[in-house]
């Protein structure tokens, strides 16, 4: 875990993959993200979460009234997140101007195998703005920035999923071969920009992969 940025108001964070964001179930699942960052800052509280395997930056508030003005930002879609991937396959460029695509697919919990998410037309909106950075055609792989627009859970992965190209290293939601080809999931939250609840500063973040 590293501390980016620290103020009276809001926390900024690089979480490692493989680290839980919140406690989970079961004793061997209370180390995460929010008690290391509680056992030096104790007013800290999360506002949003990253998927355990996901590694990257992340946010979180200084008291009840700023987790709620922070919270409030995250409804109103005003903080800003990138994030990068490493897909399985060759991700041709989306056929616009600016290169970048819209995935618009809605998302439902797939109640049989919970917590997994699936496509659903009667799942809840979802969308994604994705662009192709580059293509390694011998490793097969292309990496990817990604823009969520909305917020639902394991949206990114399954919505790379539904073009076709899973994430490679996903053990949720990618075949055993695409699985295989990397110990963790290739997914990183690199950007983060937001104006300051408190002061009107713009911030913005930047978190490089190190994939």
Avoid: N
């Avoid at 900024?12 to 993959?17: A, D, I, N, R």
């Amino acid at each position: 875990m590293q501390i980016l940025h620290a103020d009276d108001s809001l926390l900024v964070l690089s979480k490692p993959s493989g680290l839980l964001s919140v406690p989970g179930r079961g004793e061997d699942k209370q180390d995460c993200l929010s008690r290391r960052v509680q056992s030096l800052y104790p007013d800290a509280l999360v506002v949003h979460r990253l998927d355990m395997a996901t590694s990257g930056l992340m946010l979180m508030a200084r008291g009840a009234a700023m987790q709620r003005a922070m919270s409030q930002l995250f409804e109103r879609r005003e903080v800003h997140k990138r994030y990068v991937a490493l897909v399985d396959g060759w991700l041709a460029p989306a056929p616009t101007a600016d290169g970048w695509g819209l995935i618009d697919q809605p998302i439902a919990l797939d109640w049989p195998r919970r917590p997994l998410r699936i496509i659903d037309a009667a799942g809840k909106p979802s969308q994604t703005r994705w662009r192709s950075l580059a293509c390694d055609d011998a490793a097969s792989r292309t990496r990817v920035e990604l823009e969520p627009i909305t917020g639902r859970s394991h949206q990114l992965r399954v919505h790379l999923l539904a073009l076709g190209h899973p994430i490679l290293g996903d053990a949720l939601y990618a075949p055993d071969a695409v699985r295989i080809r990397s110990p963790r999931l290739l997914l990183h939250a690199t950007a983060l920009g937001l104006v300051h609840p408190a002061t009107g500063a713009l911030l913005s973040f930047e978190s490089p992969p190190d994939f």
